[in-house]
């Protein structure tokens, strides 16, 4: 019954921060100028840059570290996976341990830690996007950044209403889902017993009434949207303007620096994983 | 042999600032053999009691007993309580999902291990409650109207014959033929079964009705309980909070409040009828 809980991803956050004020066109790009970062970082130096960054916007958007640590629980398991795996299929630096076909180097280890972190690390600063700004805000901001592309025939008003449709269903779904779980748990149902076919199969009673119910929201929200005569992209004004401030810019500019240094240390190799074997 | 609570509190995501308290100082018993009523306003926590009652959802202290089953300890048999409490949602005909209407009566059953017999006996039993014909045994649940969907969820867990059955709001959103349907269908089960049925209620005339005790909730507290004539004899503490009393409760109390000599409760037009007749009589002989 509680396998859905701690699904952080998607929910919004209410706090009164630096980053919650931020322009969400800005914090998208910001997003993505870490993401890009955080792929470019190769060493010891260049990830501990980027957890100590990350964990002082965390620090600076007010919400409780355990709240994202909860968001993260549904992804230890790939972090795990990708760990073990790293772990038994690099060969690199010094043999430490073997059995039959098995064996393990120092450099597979630290590979797979670096691949959790860096895993651990864009859940929890791309959740914090969806935390620290309203749904609304963020379809705003993606419809902006999109523009430019609607030259070339990119639908981006309708894509932003798509985005936004979906962030705005997750925690009514998951809400449903849990519903429909205590339901047929109170008709007798089991979800914990049983080998893996068995639970499989057990999901059935989840999930054929999730989809009808996601269906029917679905057809009642058209229908609704087009009785009030909703009609997308051309000559819509908004309610509330997107504002970009000072803070913006700033950290547009650190997240630049950020990357910069990261690219930096990568290119001159002065900062690589390999020194520390 | 009964439903006890003792000092039930029930907090929603701790420690965040959606946090919420749903029940606080819960302590009740229901005993068995009756229908019991819960009303209460909108988020006053109907629903999130009826689902602690079931076992469903853990409350963050207080004691659930079950006929002396302690619900909610470590390694409690999950089993035993599911043959004890059964639980329709709100509109439960929106978790069927099998392919026919057989199969979904028999889910239940199976998963409680039944022995086909039995399966087929309690289906029988349990196709009287839907209405249905033997024919739409074979047919998809999903072709069958709203009102007959609706049965038709709820015989999946009266089929079971649960010791408590627990009913959230089983007749929202049905027209005044199809809630007289289930509700009459609910009454004749019990009364045949003499099991216990408890169900959340926003209709205070289905209340009046069927059940024999009341619970009453206000934010999240235990307002009132007790037989249906003493909790809507004090319908003027009802008003208070926002919830109705049966129409004919309320002009016993317009008429009281009018200077006339007459009991605050009235539940069925008929016995209304009969309390005015009786005080005319008494002033102008």
Known sequence: MNML?????????????????MDARFKIVMILLYVIALFMAAGPISYGLMIVFAISVIICSKIPLKFIIRGLRPILWIVGFTLILHTFSTQEGDL???WSRFSVYNGGILRGVMMGLRLILLISITSLLTLTTTPIDLTDGLEALLKPFKKIGLPAH???????????????????????????TARGADFEEGGLIARGKSMLPILVPLFISAFRRADDLAMAME?????????????????????DYLGVISLSLLMAIMMYFRFSKLDSWTALL | MSILLEDVHLTYSPGTPFSADALREINLKITPNQIVAVIGHTGSGK??????????????????????FELYKKNSDRRLLRRKVGMAFQYP????????????????????????DE?????????????????????SPFELSGGQMRRLAIASVIAMEPDYLILDEPTAGLDPAGRDE?????????????KTVILVSHSMEDVAKLADQILVLANGKLLMSGSTREVFSRGAELQEVGLDVPQMTSLMLALRNKGWDIPPYAMTVEEAYQVICEYLGRVRP
Request: charged share 25%.
């Open chain 2, 182 to 194: 289930i509700l009459a269908g609910l009454q004749a089960w019990q009364r045949e079964t003499k």
């Open chain 2, 119 to 139: 399966v087929h006996l309690q289906i029988r039993k349990a196709m009287g409650f839907t209405q249905l014909t033997e024919d739409m045994l074979g047919r």
């Open chain 1, 158 to 184: 309708e894509l932003a209403m798509m985005m936004t449709i979906a962030l705005r269903f997750v925690p009514t779904l998951i809400e449903e889902a849990d519903k429909i779980i205590k339901a047929q």
């Open chain 1, 96 to 98: 430490v341990w073997q």
């Open chain 1, 5 to 21: 809980k701690g699904v952080t991803i998607g929910q919004h956050y209410p706090a009164d921060s630096v980053i919650h004020k």
């Open chain 2, 93 to 116: 005909e929106h978790q069927l999902f099998e392919e026919t209407v057989e199969k979904e009566l028999s889910f239940g059953l199976q998963k409680q291990g039944r022995s086909i």
């Open chain 2, 47 to 68: 629903s999130t009691l009826v689902q602690v009652m079931a076992g469903l959802q853990r409350p963050s202290s207080g004691r659930v007993l079950m006929d002396d």
């Open chain 1, 227 to 247: 009785a009030r005569c909703y009609r997308g992209g051309e000559n819509r004004t908004k309610m509330k303007e997107l504002k970009s401030g000072v803070r």
